[in-house]
């Protein structure tokens, strides 16, 4: 039995293997002892390679052995996606980190350099990225320093002298690395890549400590280059600011205060559309993603329990959350407090007390505040608590404009099914909305289970 379970297969001749002693994934590769002797030649290149070059950032040698008329080399797996991935999909970190990865390959390159080999075949495919290091793989098209012939080499990356039997030096890695970067560094460095890529040899950078050198200055001119455009760019954005038309969030920007505050508030809620639940929403998340208020106003009492009201309106438990972590929680704005608690824990029980303090001092517009709460924990109103919705709604002219006309239905159908008095007047209710809303299929229910 071999000691490798094969797990796919990578391309002709080269597998991904699970090492069945010590259980790690190994990349395999084999080639037969028949083959042409360039082949032959280029499988005892690697493996002279990775045995002699022993660096974290390449493969390791597990194994050399024959088996049925086949030289086989197991090497370490690399996990991580390559070079192509990142190129070809926007990666913030991949540019972040650039010029590190192409600082480590530099040093990988000096180092294959100073055993006597060229690497040849720098491409996105044969570069990984693991756990935020460069590594370089595939080493079958690697060629000793001053060869005059090149095998296996892709086409795309090569410089001009491969494909004649002029020797080849350092110069010739460097072009492979030149166009690299084009991919590397699509929109800048040109100069730099110019050189490197230079059809003659002899006009390239002719080793990598002084390629890296210039390499470092071209980067350092890039940054000192975007950095100019950035303080250009801030300059424009001061000027378009201070020339920008007044506006009542501009006003409170300058000079925030309570009365500049509500202005700007009401302002930027009017730019939003959708409903009224949705709009609060989208304002609310603005002003606290954003950072416009400044903790003096949250310390006031009134913009703490307008802000807190809005939350409560938006019925969401990560806006309610963030509210509560801001403002000062007062005698005042208990039991806006109470409601914000319960949107963010729905399933939270309702006391008697508790709504009993709500109810007391209730104002215009609580009840609307207070009915989904009621629905979601499924609480029953007792008689005395009864008779102060009922009080609210009559005293209050636009109760019924106030509150949601489904939360009003369903709340009071969950009575209905608890045996319990509603509080719904239907003549009312059907003159305050008119039969053409959305709840019409509600309503038809209530007057059915009469």
Known sequence: MSRYKKIKSIQENVEQVEDQITGKL????????????????????????????????????????????RLILVESFIPGKDFSYYLTHSSLLFCLHRTRYMLELIDIMQQIHEIGYLYIDLKPSNLLLYKNHVHLIDFNACIPMHSSQAVFASKENVSAELYSTEQKNESTDVYSFGKLLQHVYPHSLYFFIKKCTKADNGQRYQSWKTMKKA?????????????????????????????????????????????TFFNAYQDTLSQFSGTTQEKIQM????????????????????????????????????????????????????????????????????????????????????????????????????????????????????????????????????????????????QDFEKRFGKERSWEELYELFGRSK
């Open 26 to 69: 190994c990349i395999q590769k084999s080639v037969d002892q028949n083959a042409p002797y360039l082949l032959l030649h280029q499988f005892h290149v690697e493996v002279d390679i990775l045995s002699t070059l022993h660096h974290p950032q390449i493969p390791e040698i597990m194994n050399v052995y024959s088996e049925t008329n």
């Open 215 to 259: 390499f470092l200055v071209h980067i350092w001119l890039r940054r000192i280059f975007l950095s100019f455009l950035i303080i250009l760019s801030v300059f424009f954005i001061e000027v378009r600011y201070f020339t920008t038309e007044v506006t009542p969030l501009n006003n409170y920007r300058q000079e925030p205060n309570i009365t």
């Open 283 to 426: 304002n609310l998340y603005q002003w606290l993603e954003k950072d416009w208020i400044p903790k003096n106003l949250w310390k006031d009492t009134y913009i703490g329990k307008f802000l807190l009201l809005q939350s409560i309106q938006s019925k969401n438990p990560i806006l309610c959350h963030k509210v509560l972590d801001k403002i000062e929680n007062t005698e005042t704005m208990e039991r806006y407090v109470l409601l914000a608690n319960h949107i963010m824990n729905p399933e939270k029980k309702i006391l008697k007390e508790q709504v009993n303090a709500y109810l007391a001092d209730i104002e215009k517009g609580d009840i609307q505040l207070l009915m989904p709460i009621l629905l979601n924990a499924k609480y029953i109103l007792d008689p005395e608590q009864m008779e102060k919705v009922n009080a609210s709604l009559i005293q209050e002219k636009e109760a019924y404009e106030c509150v949601d006309a489904c939360t009003i239905l369903e709340y009071n159908l969950f009575l209905k099914s608890q045996n319990q008095s509603c509080f719904i007047n239907m």
